[in-house]
C-alpha cells in the first residue's frame, strides 16, 4: 500500500515538473515525451524507493519487464540522450529537494511512543493481535500488534501521522 501511494507521489512529481496532466503516464500513447516521463518516474521509483516493478507497471498500465527495460537503460539514455537527461535531471532535483523536506526517526522506541500518542492504538491481548505493522523509518523500525479488524483503519492512522515522514509499512 505504501509503494503505491510513494509511487503516485513520484508519478504526480514527473507529471507536474515535465509539464504533462496527472494521467497522462498510464495512457498508451507512445510519444517521446511520454517515454522519457515514464522511465523517469520508474527508475526513480525503482531505485529511490525500492518499489516493486508489479507496482509500477500497473500504474503504467503496462508489462512489467518495461520496468526492467527502463531500470536497465537508464545509463545509457542518461550519457547519449540530451531529452532524457534534461527531464531526468529535473524531476530527480525535485524529488530530492522534497525528500529532503522528510523526517526521518531515529529511535524505534520514540517513533512507536509517537505513534502511539498520536491516535494509533496497540492491541494489548494476544487474541486480538493477529496482524502486526512493522513501521521502518530510515534504519529504525517498531512493531504495532493490530487485529484484523482493526488494521485497516490503523494503517490509514499511521499514513496520516507520519505524512511528513519518510516511512515504509509492512503488514506481517
Not at 96 to 102: T, V
Not at 135 to 161: M, W
Amino acid at each position: 500500500m505504501i509503494e503505491k501511494d510513494n509511487f503516485r507521489y513520484i508519478c504526480e512529481l514527473t507529471t507536474r515538473v515535465l509539464g504533462f496532466t496527472k494521467d497522462d503516464l498510464a495512457l498508451k500513447s507512445r510519444e517521446r515525451p511520454l517515454q522519457v516521463a515514464r522511465a523517469i518516474a520508474a527508475y526513480i521509483g525503482r531505485t529511490e524507493e525500492l518499489i516493486h516493478p508489479k507496482i509500477i507497471a500497473k500504474a503504467f498500465k503496462r508489462h512489467r519487464t518495461l520496468i526492467y527495460h527502463y531500470e536497465h537503460t537508464h545509463k545509457d539514455k542518461y550519457s547519449n540522450c540530451e531529452i532524457y537527461r534534461n527531464a531526468f535531471t529535473k524531476v530527480y532535483k525535485a524529488y530530492k529537494s522534497l525528500d529532503e523536506d522528510r523526517e526521518v526517526f531515529l529511535d524505534g522506541d520514540f517513533m512507536k511512543s509517537y505513534l502511539l500518542k498520536n491516535g494509533v492504538k496497540e492491541s494489548k491481548t494476544p487474541k486480538h493481535s493477529q496482524v502486526i505493522l512493522e513501521v521502518k523509518s530510515d534504519k529504525v523500525k517498531c512493531k504495532i500488534k493490530t487485529s484484523y479488524f482493526d488494521f485497516s483503519n490503523q494503517l490509514e492512522i499511521i499514513k496520516f501521522v507520519l505524512k511528513n515522514y519518510h516511512y515504509t509499512i509492512k503488514i506481517i
